[in-house]
């Protein structure tokens, strides 16, 4: 079966700039979740969706941070306006409920300048 | 709030060494993953375990579960320069999405 699919997986912007970070889970994979991981850091969750509802966002800095999981298929995460702070690797994953395996991404490296 | 304890941070070991890493974890859980993270690249899981006194071993790597003690080890045996990477143990919180320790960057030397 094919993985999660993350895109871009590299970005470097500039400061207060925006970006955004798209997501495409497992097919049939009810829960999504994206985590940031700041370099020499575990990831830390941002956002837990199941299907197009959130289950968890209590660590999502929604001043800067939106996320929308339109259909309960794809998401995109969005930063705006970056700040440096913001620079780490954005992971997406996705299981399915009731299971045990949750499926990593390979991640978006975001740079901000 | 579930909290994830690893230590150490940083291990440096020989080649040939053996050596085991440990993982707290401050909630009731019965389930615990490791994974492991080479440098610029995504998660690969490594153990998946599910219960009480669960065991599980790959090649050099086996992990194991103390559900009482919130505790899991991952002992090394006879470490080969291949196994340097950085390893992460990671706990469901009450939504099921993982909580994850610091991570322990492991470097083998000769």
């Known amino acids: 079966e094919a993985g999660v699919a993350q895109s871009p997986r590299y970005k470097i912007i500039e400061k207060r700039q925006s970006v955004a970070f798209w997501c495409n889970p497992i097919s049939g994979h009810a829960t999504l979740y994206w985590y940031q991981q700041i370099l020499g850091q575990g990831p830390k969750l941002l956002i837990q969706?199941?299907?197009?509802?959130?289950?968890?966002d209590s660590q999502l800095p929604k001043d800067r941070f939106s996320a929308e999981r339109l259909k309960g298929v794809d998401s995109t995460l969005k930063i705006q306006p970056a700040k440096l702070e913001d620079s780490a690797v954005y992971l997406c994953?996705?299981?399915?409920?009731?299971?045990?395996?949750?499926?990593f991404g390979p991640g978006t490296r975001l740079t901000v300048t | 709030e579930l909290k994830v304890e690893q230590n150490p941070l940083f291990l440096s070991m020989q080649e040939g060494k053996n050596y085991t890493i440990y993982c707290n974890y401050s909630?009731?859980?019965?389930?615990l993953y490791w994974y492991r993270q080479d440098p610029g690249k995504s998660l690969e899981s490594l153990f998946v375990l599910l219960s009480n006194g669960a065991v599980k071993q790959e090649g050099r790597l086996m992990a194991s579960l103390d559900t009482k003690a919130r505790l899991s080890t991952l002992h090394i045996t006879a470490a080969v320069h291949d196994l340097s990477a950085t390893y992460f143990c990671a706990v469901p919180n009450s939504g099921y999405a993982l909580n994850f320790g610091k991570g322990t960057s492991l470097l083998v030397t000769p």
């Open positions: 969706f199941q299907n197009n509802g959130v289950v968890d």
């Open positions: 994953a996705s299981s399915q409920i009731g299971r045990q395996f949750y499926y």
């Open positions: 909630t009731t859980s019965d389930r």
